[in-house]
């Protein structure tokens, strides 16, 4: 089976979901993605019997966390997919229509979270090329002192975003976008803001 690599940021938008963990659910912890310590990859179908496949890394957005939960907000540019295919790229961008909505965005929301293993339910919306779907995630959290491992995985629909579908190598891409997200974050200092847009 052929695999052509690609960076599609759009699994990006997982990673910030992910920034709504408190220290223990009385605590009220900020924490900041740790900029090389963010995998996000996903894989789509290309055609009967090819996948396509890619990384990112790229994020931007503020995590506020209270002891009831957290408010995320997180942004990724259009400009921040890359690959290592031209075509590709072009593709994407032109199926993103980058052009007129240059990022896509997460508004979101987090119920507490107790102890140092736990899985959150992140809810909001995901917003890219001008329409707006709900989003549910469920999120795998590990926290050693000042450090959260996250882990999360979830589908997104290309139909239900408005993107129609591009073709790449001759063969279309497939509807359904599985992503994948693994991030290291930690916790800030009182006083300390998280990065915002």
Do not use: C, W, Y
Not at 72 to 84: E, Q, W, Y
Not at 104 to 133: C, F, Q, V
Not at 171 to 193: C, F, I, M, Y
């Amino acid at each position: 089976m052929n695999r052509t690599t690609i960076r599609f940021s759009l699994a990006a938008l997982a990673a910030a979901l992910l920034l709504g963990v408190p220290a223990s659910a009385g605590d009220s912890t900020r924490f900041a993605i740790e900029e090389d310590e963010v995998l996000i990859g996903f894989s789509a179908g290309l055609g009967a019997h090819k996948q396509i496949s890619g990384l990112a890394h790229t994020l931007e957005g503020s995590v506020q966390m209270a002891a009831t939960g957290g408010q995320i907000k997180l942004r990724l540019p259009i400009s921040a997919i890359s690959s290592g295919s031209s075509l590709v790229d072009s593709a994407l961008r032109s199926a993103l229509d980058s052009q007129q909505f240059p990022a896509i965005e997460l508004d979101a929301t987090s119920n507490p979270a107790g102890g140092d293993n736990a899985t959150l339910r992140l809810s909001g919306t995901l917003r890219a090329h001008g329409a707006t779907i709900p989003l549910a995630v469920p999120v795998k959290v590990s926290r050693d002192g000042r450090l959260a491992f996250v882990h999360a995985e979830f589908p997104v629909s290309l139909t239900a975003l408005g993107v129609s579908r591009p073709t790449v190598l001759g063969a279309q891409v497939g509807d359904q976008v599985d992503v994948t997200v693994d991030a290291r974050l930690h916790s800030l200092p009182e006083g300390q803001a998280v990065a915002s847009f």
